[in-house]
Structures are given as C-alpha cells and as structure tokens.
C-alpha cells in the first residue's frame, strides 16, 4: 500500500456494541522503512474507567515520528455504560481488529504492543497477562465477521503501563485509608465492578492483573510515581516483582517525587482532581529522574525517564 507523511486516519469502526461503534485514531509514520510491515502500538487512555476519551494521550505524533511505528489511540466501554469485563473485552476486540486489518494499512500483525496510563495502565497490563487466553469470561462472537472470538488471538508482544492499579482490592484498601469516611461505593473500582472489590474478592481478583501472571506475559514496563496519592507505587512495584518471579521479562521505574497523570499533555486530566495530578510535567520536563529495577531483581539504581525510553522499550520488543 501507499503511506502518505504522517498519516492520521481518525474514527476507524473496530467493535460495535449495544451503546454503539467503539471507534480508534490510526496514526501511521512519516517515514516507515521500505518494504517492511510496521509495529504498531496502541494507546489506552486514563481516566478512572468512568471518564476520558481516546483523545487523551501524549503526543503520539512524535512517538510514531521517533520510532517508526504506528499508533493506535482507542476508545472503550466506560464504567458508566458497561461494568467490568466489558473494557477488557473491548481491549482484545481492538488488538484482534487490528490483526485481521492489518495489511489495509502495512501493519506488522505479528508486532503490537499496548501503552496505557492509569486506569490505561491497567487494561493495558490486564489485556497482555491474558493475551493467551482464547475466550475470556462473557466475551461474545465477535460482530464484525459473525466468528467466534478465538479465531484470532489477543496476543501482544510487550506492555507499558504507567502509574496502573494492578490489584482493586489494594487500591481500594489504600483509599479506605486515606478517606475512612468516603463511600467507598464511589470509588472507581467500585464503580468499574458494580460492587465494592473487598465485597466481590473473586470479581476484584478477575479484574486484576496480579492474578494472570506468568512466565508467558508478554515483556513490560513500568513507571510509577513515588508521590502517587490515587495508586500508590507499590501497585508497580507488586506486579514487577511478580513478573520477575515468574520468569517474565519486566522492567520498573519510580520516578521521584511524580505524582498521577504525568504522561498526559498538559490540561488534560486523568479525572478533576488537579490537586494531585501532574498532567504535563514529564512533557514539560523531558526527563525525571528515577529508581531503575531491571529483569533480574538485582538492586535498583538510578536512572533517567521520559518518554524516550518509552521509544526504546518498544524498539527493543517490536522493533
């Protein structure tokens, strides 16, 4: 096929369901290598699970320009229309979309990966844990072609996730600790269950990335910030150290000081909570520096991140 310069190709159909067409932005490259299928990445935005669009992102046009690679930004079920598995089942509806369409657009079927922050963070890290799953629970006959979903696999090849919940039943402990008297029926992961985590354990469980690890995930990274008041740094922290145990190939990095949202452009919030968020800083600041952790579970050391080292990790694993 043609590839015009930096190609955006807005409002692609990848899923219909009942509220209606579930939508993604395709970017491809300004200049991909000649007679080579590209990698591509997907994008999943935060926002809680109950807000944000597929318009909150990082600058994806300069991701695709310092890669090489193909981005896709998707949009997903929010907690408000559809409970819990319906984002993840939207994920792997996505990543399966994208597989069987890939030749439309010289994509590299073989070559996906996911990037998501926050609530992002954590679909993109539940959707790699079960990639190898053929049908998760309540996924239905995929709309598009009328087969079943299993014809082709959710699969990716590597994960970044930043700052993402990674087990509810934590998440929502920590936040009945620093708010003892919210209802913690508002929480978002209340919202996303259709019940409180700690009184739904196996849904909460399910809804877990820390659940599915295994040697078979696929390669990850991980940045979370030691100032985080919405996820605390030891949600990261618990699924790097889970991935190295099994044998995964997994990195981490704590980024001093940073609190949520620090991958999004400036002005864009995660949720309405400017109080705790630094939406913007690592775009304004290039780089922060961090506590490195690598594969092998030896000490951390320091190290700088920004979203360079984003690029690196998926050339290293797609490239």
Sequence with gaps: MSRSRDSLIPGIA???RAE???????????APAANADIPLVVWLHGGGWFTGDRSLAPDLAARAAATGFAYASIEYRLSGSARFPAQLHDV?????FL????SR???DPERIGLWGASAGGHLAALAGV???IARFPGEEADAETGSDTASVDASVRAVAAGYPPVDLLGVVADARAARPD??????????LLGAVPDEAPELAATASPLS??????PAFQLAHGTADPLVHHRQSVALHEALVAAGADAEIFLLTGYRHGFLNPSGRLDVALRSVMDDGRLDAEGEADAEYRDRTGGPARPARFGFAAVDRFFRTHLG
């Design 14 to 16: 990848y899923a219909e």
């Design 20 to 30: 209606g067409p579930l939508l993604l932005d395709l970017r491809l490259p300004p």
């Design 92 to 96: 792997r509806a996505a990543i399966r």
């Design 99 to 102: 597989k069987r369409n890939a």
């Design 105 to 107: 657009w010289g994509l």
């Design 130 to 132: 079960t990639g190898g």
């Design 182 to 191: 919210a209802d913690p029926a508002g929480f978002p992961e209340s919202r």
């Design 212 to 217: 599915f690890v295994s040697a078979a995930a």
